[in-house]
Every structure is written in structure tokens, then in C-alpha cells.
């Protein structure tokens, strides 16, 4: 699978069956907006996917409510294009009747038939992932896909990504 680390400014994560750039850690996948890849059926992932699931819910309310705390909000969505697959990060979801909306955070790099920018419409069932930064505390809360990746890093490398993204990934 691959999946962005981060827009830009933040961390985007895609999982697909393709090779890296060549960046040597996590850290510097996510300053390039590099994509980063693990297997289909990757425990850590799938794990990232169910607990995103399981928190959807409360997040959403909390987007739809403008909570204040609440800055940057981001949703990882599937996107398929025949048979490549990416997750990109859309942001400032929104929904409306059942459909979400917001917009594309990363550039595509397997998938050929959206765009960075571009306005995304999609169900609740394409999002794997979320995450905000906190205004309070400014950790970055959620970004489940991300400690995934992490128990592939070496612990040098997983700690230099949580200190520099202020990520915690045993709240």
C-alpha cells in the first residue's frame, strides 16, 4: 500500500506494493511528502485502520462542532484509479447529506485521477485515518497510519519523527 505522510505541513501515509524515493527515515519521507509503502495485509496498518474506525465518530462531531482545539483537521482517504491504490490526506472535511468534502493535501504519485488541490467528494467508508493538531498542546492527535509506519523505523529514527511531528502514539 502507499500512503502520504503529511500534506505538506503535516504528515501523509499511502500503502501500496511500490519502492521509496530512497529517503533514509520516516523523518525525511514526511519533509518531501515522499510516499511511504507497506504491504496490504501489514498488522501494525491494519490495526492503525481499525483503531482510525473505531474514533471516526467522536472526531467528525468535534470537526462539525468547530471545536476550537481542534486546528488542521485532516481525514486519509482511499483513492483508487483501476488498480493503484494511494490514501491521501483532504482537509477541512465537511458533510453534507452523507458526503464528505475537502480538499486533496498531497501531490499523487501512483494514482492518476485527482489532484493536490483538488476538491475531494467522498463517503464516510474511504476514510482510514484522521488526525488535528491540538491548539492547546499542539500535539498531533490521531495520525494512527503514521505509528504504523513507525514500528518499521528504528527506535532512533520512530523517536527523531515523534519529537519533531509531536506525535504520541500510546495516549
Given at each position: 500500500?502507499?500512503?502520504?505522510?503529511?500534506?505538506?505541513?503535516?504528515?501523509?501515509?499511502c500503502?501500496?506494493?511500490c519502492?521509496?524515493r530512497?529517503?533514509s527515515?520516516?523523518?525525511?519521507?514526511?519533509?518531501?511528502?515522499?510516499?511511504?509503502?507497506?504491504?496490504?495485509?501489514d498488522?501494525?496498518?491494519?490495526?492503525?485502520?481499525?483503531r482510525a474506525?473505531?474514533?471516526?465518530g467522536a472526531?467528525l462531531?468535534r470537526v462539525?462542532?468547530?471545536?476550537?482545539v481542534?486546528?488542521?483537521?485532516?481525514?486519509?482517504?482511499?483513492?483508487?484509479d483501476?488498480?493503484?491504490?494511494?490514501?491521501f490526506?483532504?482537509a477541512?472535511?465537511?458533510?453534507?447529506?452523507?458526503?464528505?468534502?475537502?480538499?486533496?493535501m498531497?501531490?499523487?504519485?501512483?494514482?492518476?485521477?485527482?489532484?493536490n488541490?483538488?476538491?475531494?467528494?467522498?463517503?464516510?467508508?474511504?476514510?482510514?485515518?484522521w488526525?488535528?493538531?491540538?491548539?492547546?498542546?499542539?500535539?498531533?492527535?490521531?495520525?494512527?497510519?503514521?505509528?504504523?509506519?513507525?514500528?518499521h523505523?528504528?527506535?532512533?529514527?520512530a523517536?527523531?519523527?515523534?519529537?519533531?511531528?509531536?506525535?504520541?502514539?500510546?495516549?
Open positions: 500500500m502507499r500512503c502520504h505522510l503529511f500534506p505538506a505541513s503535516a504528515l501523509i501515509l500503502l501500496t506494493a519502492g521509496s530512497g529517503e527515515n520516516i523523518t525525511a519521507k514526511a519533509k518531501s511528502d515522499e510516499v511511504a509503502s507497506v504491504s496490504a495485509d498488522p501494525a496498518m491494519l490495526r492503525a485502520f481499525a474506525r473505531d474514533t471516526l472526531f462531531v462539525a462542532a468547530k471545536d476550537p481542534v486546528r488542521e483537521p485532516l481525514v486519509k482517504v482511499k483513492v483508487l483501476g488498480d493503484a491504490v494511494e490514501y490526506w483532504v477541512s472535511p465537511t458533510e453534507t447529506s452523507g458526503v464528505y468534502t475537502g480538499t486533496v498531497n501531490e499523487p504519485e501512483r494514482v492518476h485521477n485527482i489532484r488541490g483538488q476538491t475531494l467528494s467522498f463517503p464516510r467508508t474511504q476514510i482510514y485515518d488526525m488535528y493538531t491540538d491548539a492547546n498542546s499542539s500535539k498531533m492527535i490521531g495520525n494512527y497510519t503514521a505509528c504504523a509506519l513507525l514500528t523505523e528504528t527506535p532512533v529514527s523517536a527523531e519523527f515523534r519529537k519533531n511531528y509531536h506525535l504520541d502514539c500510546d495516549p
